[in-house]
């Protein structure tokens, strides 16, 4: 998973494998985040300038170094997980602005992307954050697969209807959901021309099995029933480096996704990086439904020149 | 007033009138079966909620796509029923329409009921109910939804005041005369009366207070169902996605409101013998305010339909045929002509505004006016822009559970119980008013 991680530059690596091997609050990066920080103020008081450092990754993400000799384990008890996460989760990744680019051409309706998304965020099989639908444009156009995830949009009618802030945009782009906040009107559903929300009519999957699992907000598990879900562009693991769940399970090289920023995107299936901006200038990228004024984030490129068949016309259902 | 009597005969009218219009307190015929009756249906929606709280939303038809359904519609209809108490009270009232007098009072309680429970209904349809207390911890202001909160609590605090104070010299009365009724009924007309003595000063604030606040619910009325319409306007969806929203909605509001109180009206001048106070000229009146309410809603709709039928663009188009030829076809065209068209033409003509003709009537309209809500809140969800694709069947179709029906009419049960226990403390028709419209002495009557 290293080998595709387009964002996060080198020592990355060093820091998980050396957390690991301390075994600080073993699997929860959130407490290797907060210790890194209690840490990091902590070396500044006594700027020790002897033993060995190691990086850590503050919550803020700044990379420092401190001597390994300071670095305390953090009780769980010390720390509201809940709130921790809560706080970086509506903060967002500075300096991020999340990106994904979607080729038509390249999409068979292998569903892969489905499935990862599914397991990872303890949906039913029909609940989806991400779909393939079927489309075609109108009657004598070609029908084309369109993987269908959140579009994160930049003028996000689901967040400008929430009467609660449930649901929030955060300054990497991402629309988040909070279902410890959420009331479960479910005018976001409605508002949202995309019908890209979906809610959790019953008692989620597993939600037995996984009862006492602190709430990440960034992978909105455990679903709630009476909330929201909806496609996250898995930033659990934007933070941690990787890329979603949909993009690094695609057999087919459907997805990119980036950093419109760097104007970097990666390949989720052959790794391969390019510039965000000649990926689109090139392939002829829209986002779909511009003319709604939302402003989406993801971004479609044309399906032309197939490598696949395309849909029969038998399996085509109608928009009615 | 013109007529005025003197003190003699102001006290024997007074009298008279209080006998009339306080006798049906006073006898039970069929009340404890209505109770009954009324209380049953409690019994069934409470257990009916218990299933949703313990299940989730899922009991009901309700799934992704048509994600508000008959609770919603429900929300929308008891709004604009609610909106009838600013039409007869404020408007009627302001312009000095001399025949609304009796009806006041009606119109007032079915406001007010209404009202309340329209932010039951909301509640019913929340996923997490017990997260009520955020929309005031975290309400962010740019939401429709606080706006609709705001405005309809106000509605209902001015409303609840337009029927209390003019109750106060009603209040007053009824301490007098009800004196065998047990303490706390006795205790609640003590309370009401606020003192009155009927001297020319409280009638002074009791008049202005009555048109301050009929001049302050006609902004919040409009305002809550102008704000309940863009709940569905402010979208960008097919179907709700229309600029007229707001007048479309307060004018089909006034259908339903004024077909909902000659119904009332029907139903108080039989069992509560009446006929002297609510006459069939009362009907023909009310007959001739709905044929004009329906005018305009008919109107509306004509700019509602028809011009984005005249397009037809695409996924408007969608929307359109399933209303007009697909699957919604028969609910929408009896709506259209059953319950809006046809009353209308019927009601031009006097014979059917006598009283059990315009009953008949209203009947249709007010469930069409139900279904119309339906209509509007339900098949745009159908259409969204991107196909509904690999979902179970039951997400495309719209079939409301049996949970989801008692769910719907547990808040109207609601109303009838709230419009139950008014009827029965106070009397219907205002006493002081209407003896003061036929020139009783004003300082006689407390």
């Known amino acids: ?21 301390l075994g600080i609050f073993a699997g929860v990066g959130v407490a290797a985040a ?6 990091a103020s902590d070396y500044e008081e006594k700027k020790n300038p002897e033993g060995k450092k190691v990086r850590v990754l503050t919550a803020d993400g700044q990379l420092v170094e401190v001597p390994e000799s300071e670095l305390q384990k953090i009780e769980q008890e010390e720390l509201d997980i809940e709130d921790e996460l809560q706080r970086r989760g509506r903060e967002g990744i500075a300096g991020k602005s999340w990106v994904m680019v979607i ?136 933070r941690k480096g990787e890329l ?61 020149n197939r490598i696949f068949p395309a849909p029969g016309e038998e399996q085509v259902s109608s928009h009615s | 007033m013109d007529n005025h009597l003197s003190l003699e005969e102001s006290r024997q009218k007074l009298t008279q009138i209080e006998n009339d219009l306080i006798r049906p307190l006073k006898s039970h015929n069929g009340f404890e079966m209505w109770v009954l009756f009324l209380l049953l249906l409690l019994i069934l929606g409470f257990y009916a909620y218990y299933l949703q709280l313990r299940d989730g939303l899922g009991v009901t038809a309700l799934r992704d796509y048509v994600q508000w359904g008959m609770y919603i519609s429900n929300f929308v209809f008891f709004v604009a029923t609610s909106l009838i108490g600013m039409l007869i009270t404020s ?8 025949w609304i007098t009796p009806l006041t009072r009606i119109a007032e309680t079915i406001a007010l009921a209404f009202a309340m429970f329209a932010g039951i209904v909301i509640i019913i349809d929340m996923g997490r109910p017990d997260r009520f207390p955020y929309l ?32 106060i010299p009603d209040a007053a009365i009824l301490r007098r005369r009800m004196t065998d009724a047990p303490k706390w009924q006795q205790a609640i007309y003590k309370f009401l009366s606020a003192n009155w003595i009927a001297v020319p000063e409280q009638y002074a604030l009791i008049k202005k207070s009555i048109r301050v606040l009929a001049i302050l619910i006609i902004p919040t009325a409009l305002a809550i169902h102008t704000v309940t319409s863009w709940l569905f306007a402010s979208t960008l969806r097919v179907g709700w996605d229309s600029t007229i929203f707001g007048p479309y909605f307060v004018s089909g509001a006034f259908v339903s409101g004024v077909a909902v109180v000659i119904i009332a009206m029907y139903f108080f001048r039989n069992n509560y013998k009446l006929h002297n106070y609510i006459t069939d000229a009362h009907f023909n ?8 309410m329906c005018f305009i809603y008919l109107y509306f709709n004509l ?24 699957n919604w076809a028969g609910i929408f065209w009896a709506t259209q002509l059953g319950g809006l068209l046809i009353p209308m033409l019927l009601l031009i003509f006097k014979p059917f505004r006598k009283p059990l003709p315009a009953f008949i009537i209203s009947v249709f309209v007010l469930v069409g006016a139900w279904f119309k809500r339906l209509l509007i809140v339900v098949p745009t969800q159908q259409h969204p822009y991107l196909p509904i694709q690999n979902v179970p069947e039951n997400f495309i179709t719209y079939k409301p559970t049996g949970v989801e029906i008692m769910l719907t009419i547990l808040p109207m049960v609601g109303v009838l119980i709230v419009i139950t226990i008014i009827a029965k403390l106070f009397p219907i028709v205002p006493i002081w008013e209407t003896a003061h419209e036929q020139g009783v002495d004003e300082s006689v009557i407390k």
């Open chain 1, 1 to 21: 998973m290293e080998e595709n991680n387009p964002i996060i530059e080198s020592g990355d690596e060093g820091r998980r494998n050396f957390l690991k091997k």
């Open chain 1, 34 to 39: 907060a210790g890194a920080v209690y840490v």
């Open chain 1, 103 to 238: 080729d038509l051409a390249k999409c068979r309706n292998a569903r892969m992307c489905i499935a990862a998304c599914q397991a990872a965020h303890q949906l039913r099989p029909e609940q989806y954050h991400i779909n393939t639908l079927v489309m075609k444009d109108s009657e004598h156009s070609a029908p084309y697969y369109m993987p269908k995830p959140c579009y994160h949009c930049d003028n996000p009618p689901c967040v400008k209807v929430c009467p609660v802030n449930a649901t929030f945009k955060r300054q990497d782009g991402i629309v988040l959901i909070d279902n410890l906040r959420c009331i479960g009107c479910r005018f976001c559903v409605a508002a949202c021309p995309y019908s890209a929300r979906i809610f959790n009519w019953f008692e989620p999957r597993d939600s037995e099995k996984y009862k006492d699992q602190p709430y990440d907000v960034e992978l909105n598990v455990p679903q709630k029933k009476g909330t929201i879900s909806k496609c996250l562009f898995s930033a659990d693991r934007l």
């Open chain 1, 244 to 304: 979603p769940y949909c993009v690094s399970s695609c057999p087919n090289g459907v997805y990119w996704f980036g950093d419109m920023n760097e104007d970097v995107v990666v390949n989720g299936t052959t790794k391969e990086a390019a510039r965000f901006s000649q990926l689109i200038k090139d392939n002829g990228g829209y986002t779909y439904l511009e003319e709604l004024g939302t402003k989406p984030r993801v971004y479609y490129l044309p399906p032309k």
């Open chain 2, 91 to 98: 408007v009627l009232g302001l312009l000095r329409i001399p």
């Open chain 2, 136 to 167: 005031f911890l975290h309400g962010r202001l740019q939401s429709p939804i606080l706006w609709d909160v705001t405005v309809v609590t106000t509605y209902v605090i001015i409303s609840m005041l337009l029927l209390l104070i003019p109750m």
């Open chain 2, 285 to 292: 009146r009310m007959g001739q305010l709905l044929v004009l």
């Open chain 2, 303 to 326: 700019n509602e339909y028809f011009v984005p039928a005249y397009k037809m663009r695409k996924a408007e188009g969608h929307h359109l045929e399933a209303l007009f030829t697909g």
